[in-house]
């Protein structure tokens, strides 16, 4: 893989405090910069959006849940790289 892709990972997360931040640690342990991880809190009534922002990756909130592929369309709109 050329040293010049720029790669991102989007998260769509739904009632996901209990799992998250594992996934993160998982992820954050590669060389992926955290601006390049996008969690998507797809109307979660936990803290799951908490546990992203102090995990300093990137989030943006969809009021209510509107299932897993959306959610992570919806993130994808807001990445700019090489691959998702």
């Known amino acids: 893989m050329s040293a010049d892709l720029k790669i991102a990972f ?5 009632q ?3 799992t998250l931040m594992r996934c993160l640690d998982a992820i954050l ?3 992926i ?4 991880v996008l969690v ?7 803290a799951t959006g908490e546990i ?3 995990a300093g990756v990137q989030l943006i909130r969809n009021d209510t849940p509107l299932r897993p592929a959306h959610a992570r ?12």
Do not use: L
Not at 33 to 36: N, R, T, V
């Open 16 to 18: 996901a405090a209990s």
């Open 33 to 36: 910069p955290p601006g390049q």
């Open 10 to 14: 989007v998260v769509p997360a739904h």
């Open 73 to 84: 369309n919806e993130g994808v709109k807001h990445i700019d790289t090489d691959i998702v």
């Open 40 to 46: 998507v809190d797809d109307g979660s009534r936990d």
């Open 29 to 31: 342990s590669t060389s």
């Open 52 to 54: 992203a922002h102090q």
